[in-house]
């Protein structure tokens, strides 16, 4: 990979740089066709942030920096340091609290990602300081409202591990998820989370038992808001859930307590193998 070195500033408009991700999924991938993210640089963010755990191979930490990257961008919530795209690493501070910060710089190889990262710190040299992006508020649920499934149930593989449902008639499976899902709505645990760029929730489902709501659920679903309803888009198992909840919380200790729950279960599981 060759860096532009001692070259004049290129400096693409925030139309040319969004149209580098390609899809506007905020998913990893999409961060990767607009960035090459060195491990070593990756590492050097985790030792500069709040320890956490952020996965096998660093998946949420990647899905964490694909949401804010682009977002900084989108709003235009970037400063120019000569030919370096510099910007935060989303909400990520130092054990003191003070702000990290990323920079780009373009690849002058063909056919390979346009940037790369290539400072990771907290203290950039450039003399206007950015700010994270913004993340307004999702719209609220309202607890009444009509939850209407829009995924198929017959052939899923996660359902078919909850005794409850695994031979039950698809009407019940039906009630069984709505049900369990307005149950979650009315005790406040939703988590935020976006999906193709849409704010979402997911919605914690417990069938099997509902005595302690911090323990982790049987299964999980995404659901968006719309005018006068609630619409389940997909069913997960609780795991899958963690990295893009993490993606938009401000720290991973404000997530909900079967969110964290259900994570550390799937770390133990991981070590079990």
């Not at 390609?22 to 963010?45: I, N």
């Not at 000569?82 to 990323?102: C, F, K, W």
Request: glycine share 6%; proline share 7%; charged share 20%.
């Amino acid at each position: 990979m060759t860096l532009i070195e001692n070259e004049p500033a290129v400096r693409p408009t925030r139309e040319q740089l969004l149209a580098e991700f390609g899809e506007a999924d905020l998913s990893v991938q999409s961060l990767f066709r607009f960035c090459f993210v060195p491990t070593g640089r990756l590492g050097l963010l985790k030792a500069l942030a709040l320890d956490e755990d952020w996965g096998t191979g660093d998946g949420v930490l990647l899905k964490y920096l694909a949401v804010h990257v682009r977002l900084s961008i989108e709003q235009e919530r970037f400063v120019w340091n000569e030919d370096q795209l510099v910007m935060t690493a989303g909400n990520l501070r130092t054990s003191t609290g003070v702000p990290i910060y990323i920079g780009l710089v373009r690849n002058t190889t063909s056919n390979e990602n346009p940037w790369a990262l290539n400072w990771v710190g907290d203290r950039p040299s450039c003399t206007e300081l950015p700010e994270p992006p913004l993340l307004s508020a999702w719209d609220p649920i309202e607890p009444g409202v009509e939850i209407v499934l829009g995924v198929e149930l017959e052939d899923s593989e996660r359902l078919a591990g909850v005794s409850t449902l695994a031979d039950a008639p698809s009407a019940l499976r039906t009630a069984a998820i709505v049900g369990a899902c307005h149950w979650a709505m009315h005790r406040g645990l939703p988590a935020s989370h976006m999906f193709a760029g849409i704010k979402s929730y997911f919605i914690p489902l417990y069938f099997e038992s509902r005595a302690d709501l911090c323990s982790p659920p049987d299964l999980v679903c995404s659901v968006v808001v719309q005018s006068n309803r609630l619409l389940i888009r997909s069913v997960l198992d609780p795991e899958i859930a963690y990295p893009h909840a993490r993606a938009v919380a401000l720290r991973c200790d404000q997530l909900p307590g079967w969110l964290q729950e259900s994570w550390a279960a799937s770390a133990i599981g991981e070590g079990e193998d």
